[in-house]
């Protein structure tokens, strides 16, 4: 039986009495006792000194890694220059953020604006949308995630969510998933913006059909709607192109990035349009007036993330890693005797369904007894969310494998 030393009882008792009642009690129902004290690439250990596969990547914080050397360098450098961090001047270094976001983004969206975490960004798309059109219906999905702030929260598409914190913003309307017919219905003359996820994670991974954004994007040119793409989970990699909407070829009037944006080291969110939406949006004190926004510790993370992604061809790992990751995830679920259902996800964000709850939450506290830190789906208790690093190398994702399946094979035993 596992025991929680005294140091880590002290720690989680602090955290309980200052920070959070429930996310200690939480860990602990995972078999969590103790606590983080060194990450590098994709292994954290802990105070007893046990390394665990981080499958979790911070919920899609650490695309390229813990403590990435390059950006810790970079970032350390700057400190040490005793340069100002943020308003009221301008520096180079914004600059050379946002010239490095131009190169990246999909289609001719040479403006940017960063801010200070993905749920920000999402706050400040609906406000562009909203300020641009004249019109204030937004339309998002039932079962979609947009963040805790109260715009990313009032888009969000969940329940048990949002239900506590109404009355939220009005005349943001949620139709379901990955139907085109609906969304047509839905659409009316004072509809500003569809806002969607290329992929809904906190649902417990669901992919659309290979159409369906495409449809989206025709039927709001169609429309004169604008299309918001959510790719602060997607994006920077995470599926094996820079942003979900690359591969499918959609262009968006309105892109949201935040998570690993950072490369897990500063916290920053960020917006991205076309020149003739910014032309509003730059005549807006509201839209852009925020303390720390495109502060130069956040700008250089940008910067230091894009740069590594590209240099060490991230992305065309994450595609290869990617087909490795799922044909093995796809074998193991051949072989469960019915524990493990199907597997959907690309690159490394893949959500596992499970026969129940139950069978869930025995694999993951197995797992993570064995080293490998996976967690449920926050809304799909029967599914469990692997989402490691890029960085993760090919014999951890061996691992990863191995374990589920002596995981499976233990419990299949036991029944």
């Excluded at 047509?184 to 954004?213: F, R, W």
Aim: hydrophobic share 40%.
């Amino acid at each position: 039986m596992n025991t929680q030393n005294e140091k880590d009882t002290v720690i989680y008792q602090k955290y309980q009495d200052h920070i959070s009642t429930t996310y200690p009690s939480f860990l602990k129902k995972l078999g969590i006792l103790s606590t983080a004290v060194k990450a590098q690439g994709s292994i954290i250990e802990d105070s007893d000194g046990c390394e665990y596969i981080d499958c979790v990547s911070g919920y899609g914080v650490f695309n390229i890694g813990h403590n990435h050397p390059k950006i810790i360098n970079d970032i350390t450098n700057l400190l040490k220059q005793s340069q100002l961090f943020t308003n009221p001047f301008i520096t180079n270094i914004q600059i050379q953020a946002a010239e490095k976001l131009s190169e990246i983004a999909p289609g001719d969206m040479p403006y940017s604006f960063l801010c200070n975490s993905g749920s920000e960004a999402v706050d400040t798309a609906i406000k562009l949308a909203r300020l641009y059109t004249g019109k204030k219906e937004i339309i998002t999905s039932f079962n979609s995630f947009h963040g805790f702030t109260y715009g990313g929260l009032s888009a969000t598409g969940i329940h048990s969510f949002t239900k506590l914190f109404k009355p939220l913003i009005p005349q943001i309307i949620q139709v379901p998933y990955d139907d085109i017919n609906i969304i047509k219905k839905a659409i009316s003359k004072d509809t500003a913006a569809v806002l969607l996820e290329p992929i809904q994670h906190e649902a417990g991974i669901h992919i659309p059909s290979d159409d369906y954004l495409r449809q989206v994007r025709q039927l709001c040119n169609e429309h004169n709607v604008l299309l918001i793409i959510d790719e602060i989970k997607t994006g920077m990699g995470k599926t094996g192109a820079m942003f979900c909407c690359n591969e499918l070829g959609i262009i968006p009037d309105i892109l949201v990035l935040g998570k690993s944006l950072g490369g897990g080291v500063m916290p920053v969110g960020a917006i991205m349009a076309s020149k003739k939406l910014w032309r509003k949006f730059s005549y807006s004190f509201p839209m852009a007036a925020s303390s720390n926004s495109g502060n130069i510790l956040a700008c250089q993370a940008v910067i230091s993330t894009i740069d590594i992604l590209k240099e060490e061809k991230l992305l065309s790992e994450c595609q290869e890693k990617g087909i490795i990751f799922s044909n093995m995830l796809q074998q193991v679920i051949e072989t469960s005797e019915g524990l493990l259902k199907k597997v959907d996800g690309k690159g490394m964000l893949y959500g596992v369904k499970t026969n129940s709850a139950q069978t869930t939450l025995m694999i993951v506290k197995e797992m993570i007894q064995q080293g490998i830190l996976v967690f449920p789906s926050y809304l799909d208790a029967e599914t469990i969310i692997i989402e490691p690093s890029l960085v993760i190398s090919n014999e951890q994702i061996k691992k990863v494998i191995k374990v589920l399946d002596d995981v499976c094979k233990k419990m299949v035993a036991e029944l």
